[in-house]
């Protein structure tokens, strides 16, 4: 599902919402998720799962195309854990 998809399901399961509203309520949730990352907080949704940092230490890699060694820099990335109710419902055999 696509973030615009994700806007106009919302949008459909909400009739009272304009499409507009609806765009404006994903965005502000991806903003405030994607801002407190940026800060360095967890953002934890409950029965959804967790979203948090991880750093990366920085590494030799090597160009795919060269095969030339490069360093690359330490870094962080978004990792997002999964929650019970979400595996659970993934694995449920309905």
């Not at 404006?24 to 029965?47: D, M, Q, Y």
């Not at 090597?62 to 595996?87: D, H, I, M, Q």
């Amino acid at each position: 599902m696509t973030k615009s998809e994700l806007i106009a399901r919302i949008a459909q399961l909400n009739p009272h919402l304009y499409q507009s509203d609806a765009e404006k309520i994903v965005s502000t949730i991806f903003n405030e998720i994607s801002a407190s990352l940026a800060k360095g907080n967890r953002v934890e949704l409950r029965g959804f799962g967790v979203f948090s940092i991880r750093t990366r230490k920085a590494r030799a890699g090597r160009n795919p195309r060269t095969g030339e060694k490069v360093s690359v820099a330490a870094k962080n990335v978004p990792f997002f854990k999964a929650g019970k109710k979400l595996k659970d419902r993934l694995n449920s055999e309905d």
